[in-house]
């Protein structure tokens, strides 16, 4: 869905600020592109201004901008959006331009930007854009670099972009409750030279955490560390969309995190290096291997990887970040006979049901009843039965026969004969085992204490 608002032709208030955007240049204000839907739409090759490649933005988009006297201008709108986290749950969050996260602002090592912010929150705002060299008043810290924007106003950011790199944007105005409520977005900015830092495929987002209430729409905004759902771009799975490539390809994800906790992202198949950090690029010589990067608060890391076919996992290793909400303080049952216990409560609860003692697999085959607007915790599912996951989880998808710069899913890898676990059925050989004493009735009854914290 592509629509468009205009908000200066009607407002008719009068804009003041540090940067003041006078009554006459409100009409003069470049359009704010309003976009509302959750899918990836790979933005077009720049219409104006100096050649790059176009970051592909994970269930989001980049915002348009105009060029006027050799000025790039981009109009953001800080505002209440409804975002889809996954099928079946709306959150009420605030973010820019219609979407939480706001759109990708990507512009050119040397080009002068000009970003106008217009407040249509209920309390005031700045924007801070995180990791970019500018002007100390540029830095849009509340109080210290400017005076907040006020509800209804407009301030104008400029300044000249003097290095390439993955950068973000966010308030610096009650930060901890806009933040909270999905304030953020990505900045890039391209080598002035395309060929340098080239990959075939340019992909971004940003760590997000809610803490939502089964059954509610809106976060908690003093939660600090308790968050309950853990997502990508405001995205949860199985709403996050694939990473998709055809075999060979160089593969580029920059992820930036603007929760409060670090996520080790963790990804199958080809082993990948850290090319890029908060600070810019890595010399070659400087990157080295890896399988998971931990990537901290307020942190970002870009990753490059030579695509291998098939459907690789992507994911946080934290297991609680690959979950969505609810559940977190079922104590461990695994082992508990509840047989008696669950005839008991049946007699007062009649819709009781024991979980957990074989594990939590079955918690994924089953429907349980949740309430409204509310996630599964383990869900989606894939060609071989439920996937059993959610929060921060995608799959990158590598195909032999995909076309240059199709983005769409390619549905599920087809393995070659042969590279696929399959069930044995023979005879197995002698297994060898420790020299430990088995497993005992006593062993498997231990009952965990449930509830934690600090994590
Ligand atoms: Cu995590």
């Not at 602002?105 to 407040?119: L, S």
Request: charged share 20%; net charge negative.
């Amino acid at each position: 869905m592509n629509n468009r608002r205009t908000f200066f032709k009607t407002a008719g208030a009068a804009f003041l600020g540090v940067a003041a955007v006078s009554k006459a240049g409100a009409a003069l204000l470049p359009e704010a592109e309003v976009r509302t839907s959750a899918a990836t739409l790979p933005p077009p090759p720049p219409p104006t201004g100096r050649p790059f490649q176009p970051l592909v933005t994970l269930n989001g988009w980049s915002l348009p901008w105009r060029m006027k006297d050799g000025v790039k201008e981009f109009h953001l709108v800080a505002e209440p959006v409804v975002r889809e986290i996954a099928p079946g749950m709306t959150a009420r969050l605030w973010g820019y331009n219609g979407s939480s996260p706001g759109p990708t602002i990507e512009a050119v090592e040397g080009d002068r930007v000009r970003i106008f912010v217009t407040n249509h929150l209920p309390e005031v705002t700045t924007v801070h854009w995180h990791g970019i060299l500018l002007p100390s008043g540029m830095d849009g810290v509340s109080g210290l670099t400017q005076p907040p924007i006020g509800v209804g106003k407009t301030y104008m950011y400029e300044f000249v972009l003097q290095r390439p790199g993955t950068f973000m944007y966010h308030p610096h105005a009650d930060e901890m409750v806009q933040m909270a409520m999905g304030m953020m977005g990505l900045f890039i900015v391209h080598p002035k030279d395309p060929r340098q830092f080239r990959v075939d495929r340019d992909y971004g987002f940003l760590l997000n955490a809610y803490d939502i209430e089964p059954g509610s729409a809106t976060p908690r905004v003093n939660t600090m560390t308790e968050f309950n759902l853990w997502t990508w771009n405001s995205r949860a799975f199985p709403g996050i969309d694939p990473f998709v490539a055809r075999t060979g390809e160089r593969v580029r994800i920059r992820v930036g995190n603007l929760t409060m906790t670090n996520h080790p992202i963790h990804m199958h198949g080809p082993h990948f290096e850290v090319t890029g950090t908060d600070g810019g690029w890595v010399p070659k010589s400087a990157r080295w291997p890896e399988v998971t990067t931990d990537i901290g608060v307020g942190q970002m890391r870009a990753i490059e990887f030579d695509a291998l076919a098939g459907d690789w996992t992507i994911h946080c290793h934290k297991s609680h970040h690959t979950m969505n909400a609810m559940g977190h303080n079922v104590p461990t049952m695994i082992g508990v006979d509840q047989r008696d216990l669950a005839r008991r409560i049946t007699r007062l609860i009649p819709d009781y049901m024991a979980m957990g003692e074989r594990g939590m697999h079955e918690m994924a085959e089953m429907e349980m009843p949740i309430p409204d607007n509310t996630l599964p915790m383990m869900t989606g599912s894939g060609p071989f039965g439920p996937v059993a996951m959610g929060g921060m989880f995608s799959v990158v998808k590598v195909r032999d026969d995909l076309a240059r710069g199709d983005y769409r899913d390619p549905g599920w890898y087809r393995h070659p004969a042969g590279t696929l676990a399959s069930e044995y059925t023979a005879e197995l050989p002698e297994t060898p085992r420790a020299a430990a004493p088995e497993a005992d009735a006593d062993t498997l009854q231990i009952r965990k204490p449930g509830g934690h914290a600090g994590h």
